[in-house]
């Protein structure tokens, strides 16, 4: 549902990403790994549409993203549920707000799916910092609020760019039990970390392909992790 | 036009997600409230020329003096020999002799009610009223020199027009400024707008990333902004309509200045103002998010 032909991107600065060719079909499971400034969040946004490829094809959902407006790309977005490597939020909001954040702007913040969103605060257990503002969270609730607002529309494909980036190894086990829990619900997930260690801890739970940015290119991971 | 629904529809939620701080805000409830003071002013000024050019249009239209002066014994000869011009004359519709209680009457304001008018050389005085088509004054002053030396054609058109001329003017005036004002309205509403949508463009980014569309975003702004606008403007208004209030009226005798006040149906213009405020500031607002919105992409 998310295909690369021969994608390149680069900007000012030169090529990052060259001749990028790889599927994201429905319910596999990622992970996307590489040095620090190796491109990782770049590949992410070109996924949603943020970002268009500088060469080559990008389908999301079977439409060439080049072809794609604003229109278009926003709908597209609400199809994938993105954590955001800072997460993003409205800090003028409660976190439940941000939460339903993608039901309000989509004007599908009906009564019935508002009622849902304490079952979904629950699942990320956030319950007691609903009415919290994303600063006072700490960094491991401010990743489960980004997640939350994520899966919050059922998106086909979830997108995290280092979800555990600053939090403690348990809330990072967490973290990902949740994204291995979403994968079983039939969810894509891709997962963008250069954390080995959360994918080594991964692998015993799930099928996952791991891919590598080198030298501007997109490799299998092989054994050696 | 889904941004207008959205506006009347009043979505509170929708309005949480711009944050409500900020100087940008302040400014444009400043700028509508002045702008909607001077407003009305402008249209305050505009019909009191309105009236007054109607005044002086109606009141004195159709309508010539003549006045003879001659020595006593001359006199009745003179107003005969005009009254037998004037007959004779296309487009005057009547002539009447003044008598002398009305002639006092015309004096009176200036040398009080005692005046012995029998025994002074006061002018004698003819009115003259037109038909719809009305004479040709300097045909009848051509005339009147040949056979009636005394007299004197007081065309009061002669002096209306300037000042109907001027009435105009003033009311166009009037018109210019008030079209100013909006376009001053515009361009503040047009920079407050974009600075709100720059210090926001965070905002704008964390909208785009949960799948707001360009209208959903540039919706929140446009209705943040034009709220904003009525209520200063409403406020200017209701400040304006004050002041106009309290300006001193003299009357139908007052000229322009004195005569700024509103009458009668009047008062509903003044109202059009905070409507118009919102209405530029609409327009405004919807332009510069979608070009903003566009540099963000
Ligand atoms: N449009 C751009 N303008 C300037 N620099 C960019 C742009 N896109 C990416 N970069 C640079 O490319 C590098 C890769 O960024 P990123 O995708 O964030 O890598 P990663 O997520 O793997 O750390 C960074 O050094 C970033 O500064
Ligand atoms: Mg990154």
Redesign the pocket.
């Known amino acids: 549902m998310i295909e690369f032909e021969n994608v390149a991107y680069s900007?000012?600065?030169g090529e990052?990403l060259s001749d990028i060719s790889m599927q994201l079909v429905p319910g596999s499971f990622h992970f996307l790994t590489?040095?620090?400034?190796?491109?990782?969040?770049?590949?992410l946004k070109l996924c949603y549409g943020a970002l268009i490829p500088t060469a080559g094809h990008l389908r999301i959902f079977g439409e060439d993203v080049a072809m794609l407006g604003r229109d278009d790309v926003a709908m597209a977005r609400r199809k994938i549920g993105v954590v955001h490597?800072d997460c993003q939020f409205l800090d003028h909001l409660s976190v439940l707000d941000n939460v339903a954040l993608p039901l309000q702007v989509s004007d599908q913040d009906t009564a019935e799916a508002m009622a849902d969103i304490g079952e979904l605060m629950s699942w990320v257990g956030l319950t007691n910092r609903a009415h919290a503002l994303p600063p006072e969270l700490s960094g491991g609730e401010r990743q489960r609020a980004a997640l939350a607002r994520a899966v919050i529309m059922s998106p086909d494909v979830i997108l995290a760019?280092e979800p555990t980036g600053n939090v403690d190894w348990e809330m990072s086990q967490r973290l990902l039990r949740l994204l291995i829990e979403l994968n079983r619900m039939g969810k894509t997930v891709m997962i963008?970390t250069h954390d080995l260690g959360l994918i080594r801890a991964a692998k015993s739970q799930v099928q996952a392909r791991v891919l590598r940015?080198s030298n501007r290119r997109l490799q299998l991971a092989g054994a050696d992790l | 036009m889904e941004d207008i629904r959205s506006l009347l529809r009043g979505d509170a939620a929708h309005d949480r997600i711009v944050p409500p701080t900020g100087y940008t805000v302040r400014l444009t409830l400043f700028s509508a409230a002045a702008m909607a003071f001077l407003a009305v002013f402008a249209l305050a000024l505009s019909l009191a020329a309105d009236r007054l050019a109607d005044r002086w249009s109606d009141a004195l239209a159709k309508g010539a003096t003549l006045r003879i002066s001659a020595a006593p014994e001359e006199l009745d000869a003179q107003v005969a020999a005009a009254m037998a011009v004037l007959d004779t004359t296309p487009g005057v519709a009547s002539a009447r002799v003044l008598s002398d209680d009305e002639q006092r009457a015309l004096l009176e304001p200036w040398f009080g009610p005692d005046l012995p008018i029998e025994t002074l050389r006061v002018p004698q005085l003819i009115a003259v009223s037109e038909t719809d088509e009305g004479f040709d004054a300097g045909g009848l002053r051509l005339r009147l020199s040949a056979e009636v030396p005394g007299a004197v054609l007081d065309d009061h058109a002669r002096w209306r027009k300037p000042l109907l001329a001027a009435a105009g003017g003033l009311r166009w005036l009037g018109w210019i400024a008030l079209v100013l004002i909006m376009g001053a309205t515009a361009a503040m509403v047009t920079l407050a707008a974009n600075a709100a949508l720059a210090a926001n463009a965070q905002i704008i980014a964390v909208l785009r990333l949960v799948g707001a569309t360009d209208a959903y975003i540039a919706a929140a702004f446009v209705r943040r902004f034009t709220l904003r606008a009525l209520g200063g403007a409403a406020a200017g208004t209701l400040v304006g309509m004050i002041a106009v209030t309290l300006m001193p009226d003299t009357g139908d005798t007052g000229g322009v200045l004195t005569g700024l006040g509103f009458r009668g149906f009047d008062w509903i213009w003044p109202l059009v103002v905070p409507v118009l405020a919102a209405a530029v500031a609409f327009f405004a607002t919807k332009s510069a998010a979608k070009r903003v919105l566009e540099d963000l992409a």
């Not at chain 1, 590489?34 to 590949?43: D, E, F, M, Q, V």
Request: net charge neutral; proline share 6%; aromatic share 6%.
């Open positions: 900007y000012g600065g990052l590489g040095p620090s400034g190796s491109g990782k969040t770049t590949l490597q760019d963008a940015i």
